[in-house]
C-alpha cells in the first residue's frame, strides 16, 4: 500500500506488465508504419513515462511531439478539456499517431481530434496503453491499446493523483472498493461503544466518537478545540463547520483504515448532508445507518445500574434518563427519515449477549454491496 495526499493505493499492475503491454503496442505499430517515419505525439502529463518506453521499443526511425490537455482535479475529470500545449509543426501528410496513457470517458481524445481536425496529415491513429473500455463514449475508434482495465482510479506510471505518484514505476488502484462507512445510532446505554469497539477490530474501522474527538481537541489545545471551546464558553452550539472540520482531520488522520464509524455525528438532517458532502469529496460515502434499539425500560435499568459503578449523576436519575431517551427520539426522527429516502437506515436488536448482537450487526454489515 502507499498513501498519496490524503488517499491510499493498492497495487495494481506491476512493472513488467506494463512494459509487456508498451513493448506489444510498439511491435503493432512498427509492423504498420515500417516503410515510414511516423510523428508519436505523446499527451503531457500522464504518458512521459509510457513515451519514453514506448520509443526504446520501436525499432524503426520516428519522430516524438507533444500536447498538453488537462481536464483531471484530484479523483474526478472536471468535465472541461483544456489545451496547454498545442499541436507540433511540419506535419502535413504525415502519419500521426497519438500516444495516450488512459482513455476512459473520451473527454480528452475529444479534443485531441479537434487539436488535429485542421491539419492535412496523411493519416491520424489513437493509441493508448490503458483503455477504460465501459466507460469510454464509443465516438473515435482506438487503433491500438495497451491494456484493458476496469473504471478505477489509478495512479503511477505518469498518473498522478494531486501531481503525486507519476514516477511509481507500477500502477497503484485507489483503495476503497471494501471501504465500509457506517454511522451508529443509539439511545444512552444501547452498547453503541461496546459495538463500535468491536466492529472497528472486526473490520478494520476507524471509531470516530464526536465526544472524544472534541475532548482531544480542547484538551490539546488544537486551532478547532480552541475554536469549539470559545463556542462552549459562551453557551453557544459548536457549528455544524467546526465539527465536521474536526471529523475531516480524523479521516486524514487514518489513511489506512478500511472505513469508519461515526458515532454522535450527524444528530440532525442538515449535519447528515454536511457529513454526506464531507465524504463525497473524498470520493466516500455513507453504506449505512444502523441503530441499535432496545426497550426503554431496560435500557434504564441498564443505566441505573451503570450509575452506580460508574458515579455518573446523569446516569442515576430515572427522570434524567428518560428526559435524555425523549430527547434521542426527538432528534433521531428526521435522522431515520433522512437515511430511509437513501435505503441505508437498518434496526438492530440491541438486546442480548455481546456477541449475539455483534451477529446481528454484522449480517447488516456484510450485507451491503
Known amino acids: 500500500m502507499i498513501k498519496l495526499h490524503d488517499k491510499v493505493f493498492k497495487p495494481y499492475l506491476g512493472e513488467e506488465q506494463i512494459l509487456a503491454a508498451v513493448k506489444k503496442m510498439a511491435v503493432q505499430i512498427a509492423a504498420d508504419y515500417k516503410d515510414e517515419v511516423p510523428i508519436f505525439v505523446g499527451v503531457l502529463n500522464g504518458a512521459f513515462m509510457f513515451v519514453s518506453d514506448f520509443l526504446k521499443a520501436y525499432p524503426h526511425p520516428c519522430q516524438v511531439s507533444f500536447v498538453r490537455l488537462s481536464s483531471y482535479q484530484g479523483l474526478t475529470s472536471t468535465g472541461i478539456v483544456e489545451s496547454l500545449l498545442d499541436v507540433p509543426e511540419n506535419i502535413e501528410g504525415r502519419s500521426v499517431i497519438i500516444l495516450e496513457d488512459v482513455i476512459d470517458t473520451g473527454r480528452t481524445l475529444k479534443q485531441l ?3 488535429f481536425s485542421g491539419t492535412n496529415v496523411k493519416e491520424f491513429k489513437i ?3 490503458f483503455y477504460k473500455s465501459e466507460v469510454y463514449n464509443g465516438e473515435y475508434s482506438i487503433d491500438y491499446v495497451g491494456l484493458e482495465i476496469p473504471d478505477d482510479f489509478i495512479v503511477g506510471y505518469g498518473l498522478d493523483y494531486n501531481e503525486l505518484g507519476r514516477n511509481l514505476r507500477g500502477v497503484y488502484q485507489l483503495n476503497q472498493a471494501s471501504m465500509i ?3 451508529l445510532f443509539g439511545k444512552p446505554g444501547a452498547g453503541k461503544g461496546t459495538q463500535a469497539g ?14 472524544d474527538v472534541f475532548r482531544y481537541n480542547i484538551k490539546n489545545g488544537t486551532a478547532l478545540g480552541i475554536l469549539a471551546k470559545s463556542y462552549i464558553d459562551r453557551g453557544d452550539l459548536v457549528p455544524d463547520e467546526v465539527t465536521i472540520n474536526m471529523l475531516k482531520d480524523e479521516v486524514e488522520k487514518n489513511p489506512e483504515a478500511a472505513g469508519f464509524i461515526f ?8 449535519q447528515a448532508e454536511a457529513l454526506d458532502n464531507f465524504l463525497e469529496s ?12 432496545a426497550d426503554d425500560d431496560v435500557l434504564v435499568a441498564r443505566l441505573l445500574e451503570r450509575g452506580k459503578e460508574s458515579g455518573r449523576s446523569d446516569d442515576q436519575d430515572e427522570g434524567k434518563i428518560r428526559n435524555r431517551f425523549d430527547e434521542y427520539n426527538e432528534k433521531t426522527a428526521p435522522l431515520k427519515a433522512y437515511y430511509e429516502k437513501q435505503g441505508k437506515f437498518h434496526s438492530v436488536n440491541g438486546i442480548g449477549e455481546i456477541t449475539d448482537i455483534t451477529s446481528r450487526l454484522a449480517e447488516v454489515i456484510d450485507a451491503l454491496g
Open 282 to 293: 473524498r470520493n466516500m460515502h455513507v453504506n449505512a445507518t444502523i441503530a441499535l434499539e
Open 198 to 211: 468491536v466492529l472497528k477490530d472486526k473490520y478494520n474501522l476507524k471509531h470516530i466518537s464526536t465526544g
Open 127 to 129: 493509441a493508448s496503453l
Open 263 to 270: 458515532d454522535g455525528f450527524p444528530r440532525t438532517a442538515a
Open 181 to 183: 462507512n457506517l454511522v
Open 113 to 115: 481530434v479537434h487539436l
